[in-house]
Antibody, heavy 123, light 106 residues
Framework: EVQLVESGGGLVQQGGSLSLSCTASGFTFSNYWMSWVRQAPGKALEWVGNIKHDGSEKYYVDSVKGRFTMSRDNAKNSLYLQMNSLRVDDTAVYYC????????????????WGQGTTVTVFS | DIQMTQSPSSLSASVGDRVTITCRAG??????LNWYQQKPGKAPNLLIY???SLQSGVPSRFSGSGSGTDFTLTISSLQPEDFATYYC????????FGQGTKVEIK
């Protein structure tokens, strides 16, 4: 079964740090881009960033640039999100998702999602 | 960043109704447009990719259309399990989502 499982969420004070993990199973993790997506309570989905198969390219939404860092360990089938200088508005459920091209023209989709891990930043 | 705008933000409909949700991109994105369904407390689920291609396992009552800046998700006959929030998402440049459309029971 294709599966993603996030962990590492919790309660952290504003300005603090937290590291999230996402462990993949059921597919060849090293063949895929991976994304992080978050959802603040009662709000819409927000793409946080993604990382290439080999970790050589990374892209972030402007609101987290310079504070969040994605990495991966393909030998461990794992994706990571290091979050520093956390703000109250970073409070959200964080999902990892497989970022996979589908169709004739490699239309990228988020086709497999984890169950999410909750990050709460308090002041 | 490419801004995605959905309309309406919410709608009320009955079982059996035909439902249409619109998504507009801030610039042309060709057909690099996906649709997701999300139920409360659950992760999103991919419905439509490349604007009009049905993801495997998704019922055929779901369909998508459009290209450039204007896109539509249609549910031909709303079923009880379709009450959820729907998001469009572009993959033309990085990624970004619309603000969501909540489909509620009338």
């Amino acid at each position: 079964e294709v599966q993603l499982v996030e962990s590492g969420g919790g309660l952290v004070q504003q300005g603090g740090s937290l590291s999230l993990s996402c462990t993949a199973s059921g597919f060849t993790f090293s063949n895929y881009w991976m994304s992080w997506v978050r959802q603040a309570p009662g709000k819409a989905l927000e793409w946080v960033g993604n990382i290439k198969h080999d970790g050589s390219e990374k892209y972030y939404v402007d609101s987290v640039k310079g504070r969040f860092t994605m990495s991966r360990d393909n030998a461990k089938n794992s994706l990571y999100l290091q979050m520093n200088s956390l703000r109250v508005d970073d409070t959200a459920v964080y999902y990892c998702a497989r970022d996979r091209p589908l169709g004739s023209y490699s239309h990228y989709t988020l086709d497999v999602w984890g169950q999410g891990t909750t990050v709460t930043v308090f002041s | 960043d490419i801004q995605m705008t959905q309309s309406p933000s919410s709608l009320s409909a009955s079982v059996g109704d035909r439902v249409t949700i619109t998504c507009r991109a801030g610039q042309s994105i060709s057909t690099y447009l996906n649709w997701y369904q999300q139920k409360p407390g659950k992760a999103p689920n991919l419905l439509i990719y490349a604007a009009s291609s049905l993801q495997s396992g998704v019922p055929s009552r779901f369909s998508g259309s459009g290209s450039g800046t204007d896109f539509t998700l249609t549910i031909s006959s709303l079923q009880p399990e379709d009450f959820a929030t729907y998001y469009c998402q572009q993959s033309f440049s990085a990624r970004s989502f619309g603000q969501g459309t909540k489909v509620e029971i009338k």
